[in-house]
């Protein structure tokens, strides 16, 4: 290696470490490319390595999310593919935790699609179809978290940051072959028993199993081995809300059910429950 690609190398390794700590420790970090110029596929190697670090720590892989599934706000931020990325098993809160604001910094969620692998899927696999690898769907919640100071952040800065990725809940699971066409079925997301948010599966990407397409192309390209049991988070059906203490939230999509969750209120954080699902 020579001194040039040593020392990309290690600018890498340090971005990746300080947006590690910025998770762990809840406090927000200027954007990585306020201070360097970041291309995106260094952007994806920070992100490897920012995993890495915590798979060292004994996390496991638990499966993959997209973002930018939109195509409305992909086209307003000039983004013309989904982004990628990796969810661990410490991600994953059971169906009804109460989760904690304290461990966030800037914490918002929104409704998904879930889809559950039901076969390996290696990097150097020929492509497969998406139906033929996945069993399983379900309603889903997932808890996005900037680790960015005040919520900004460029497209490279927001892949480094594993796309926000912080915690997800997951529904009831519906055989696919089961689910029926899941290309406009109606999602909401509600607080406290009252609608915040309505959307529709068809805001991702037009039909949720494009997303699935998409997350299998984007693992292959980026060399990430899929398992047997990992999730799919597919993208948002609305737009995210920010998450405030004491509240009940729960995701509806229509014929497949419910996931839910509930936030410690204020001055209660560290009461609440942090106990952990694996897939």
């Known amino acids: 290696m020579n001194s040039a690609a040593a020392k990309l190398s290690w600018e890498l390794a340090e971005a990746a470490a300080v947006l590690d700590a910025a998770a762990a420790d809840a406090a927000p970090v200027a954007q990585l490319t306020a201070t360097a110029p970041l291309t995106l596929d260094a952007a994806y190697d920070v992100q490897r390595l920012l995993v890495g670090r915590r798979t060292a720590r004994g996390e496991r892989p638990s499966g993959v999310k997209l973002g930018f599934t939109s195509r409305t706000k992909a086209a307003q931020m000039g983004v013309f593919d ?17 989760v904690a604001l304290d461990r966030y910094v800037h914490p918002r969620v929104e409704p998904e699609i879930a889809f559950r692998l039901a076969a390996d899927v290696r990097p150097e696999d020929p492509a497969v179809d998406p139906e033929a690898v996945i069993d399983a769907v379900a309603p889903a919640l997932e808890i996005i978290d900037s680790r960015y100071r005040d919520f ?12 926000s990725a912080a915690g997800y809940v997951l529904g009831p699971w519906t055989a696919l072959a089961d689910a029926g066409d899941l290309a406009n079925r109606g999602v909401r997301l509600e607080i406290d028993g009252r609608t915040a948010e309505t959307g529709s599966t068809a805001a991702i990407l037009g039909h949720p199993l494009r997303a699935a397409h998409a997350a299998l192309r984007r693992a292959r390209e980026l060399g990430h081995p899929l398992c047997a049991g990992d999730v799919l988070l597919a993208g948002a059906a609305t737009p995210a809300v920010a998450l405030t203490p004491g509240s009940h939230i729960e995701a509806t999509v229509t014929g497949l059910g419910r996931a839910a969750f509930t936030v410690a209120g204020a001055g209660d954080g560290g009461a609440a429950a942090t106990e952990r ?3």
């Open 152 to 163: 900004r952040f460029t497209l490279e800065d927001v892949v480094a940051d594993n796309t």
């Open 82 to 98: 989904v982004i990628f990325g990796r969810l661990t098993d410490a991600m994953r809160l059971p169906d009804g935790a109460r």
């Open 277 to 279: 699902n694996t897939p």
